[in-house]
């Protein structure tokens, strides 16, 4: 009987810590996870807005923290905006690493048309990437 009062306390022990291990190891998981796309890392994004090789200048570039897919035209969804200056070019800085999507609204002044286009953007960390916005009518 008192083996058997032993081994229940050994168990019961090794439940208990094997329970704080695994807590332990989610909150670290967790923490690790909580680093997301948006403002305050060290990464960024420039390029230049193009209707095929025509840049278009004073677009707005509209961004998008997380996405890997097309948010839509409602520019409401979107994070963050900048327009492109007078040699259409764009850049978003001071990010964290990881997944963005680029909306690029415009005029293009040689065929008189509102022109609009996104790609995806994938930055990793501290470096600076360089995508240009494809826009078209």
Do not use: W
Request: include cysteine; aromatic fraction near 10%; charge should be neutral.
């Amino acid at each position: 009987m008192l083996n058997f009062m032993v081994n229940n306390k050994i168990m019961k022990k090794k439940i208990k810590y094997s329970a704080l291990f695994l807590f332990t190891a989610a909150i670290i998981l967790a923490i690790g996870a909580c680093s997301k796309e948006g403002k305050g890392g060290k990464s960024s994004v420039n390029g230049n807005v193009k209707h095929h090789s025509k840049l278009i200048p004073n677009a707005i570039v509209y961004i998008k923290y997380g996405a890997t897919e097309f948010p839509g035209t409602d520019v409401s969804l979107y994070d963050d905006q900048i327009t492109s200056d007078t040699n259409a070019h764009f850049e978003f800085r001071d990010l964290e690493k990881g997944d963005y999507y680029l909306y690029g609204v415009g005029f293009d002044n040689a065929s008189l048309e509102a022109v609009k286009g996104g790609v995806s953007v994938s930055l990793k960390y501290d470096k600076s990437t360089s995508t240009d916005v494809p826009v078209t009518e």
